[in-house]
């Protein structure tokens, strides 16, 4: 199983996905950029990250629409042979 979810304008570490909104005919990933800031004073502080958002729209993006909702309906599980046909020929 690979950690990729591949789309044919982008790939997605699946490791980076913090949460996915489910609208209708709309998904929105919010992905961690990875990134921190943070302070301390006197020993207390705090820390934050900015979350990215990347919509799956399926009006805009069918094909990319598609690929998520399998890819949610199989439970996460990502089968890179179905995503990409075109290595197989």
């Known amino acids: 199983m690979t950690n990729f979810l591949k789309l044919p304008a982008v790939i997605i570490n699946t490791k980076f ?16 950029n990875g990134q921190f800031n943070g302070y301390t004073i006197f020993g207390s502080g705090g820390i934050n990250t900015e979350k990215i958002t990347m919509d799956v729209c399926q009006v805009k993006n069918p094909e990319d629409y598609k690929i998520v909702s399998d890819w ?16 197989n020929k």
């Open 17 to 32: 996905i913090s949460q996915i909104l489910i609208k209708p005919q709309k998904y929105v990933f919010y992905l961690n």
């Open 72 to 87: 949610i309906t199989n439970g996460f599980s990502i089968n890179n042979n179905n995503n990409n046909n075109n290595n």
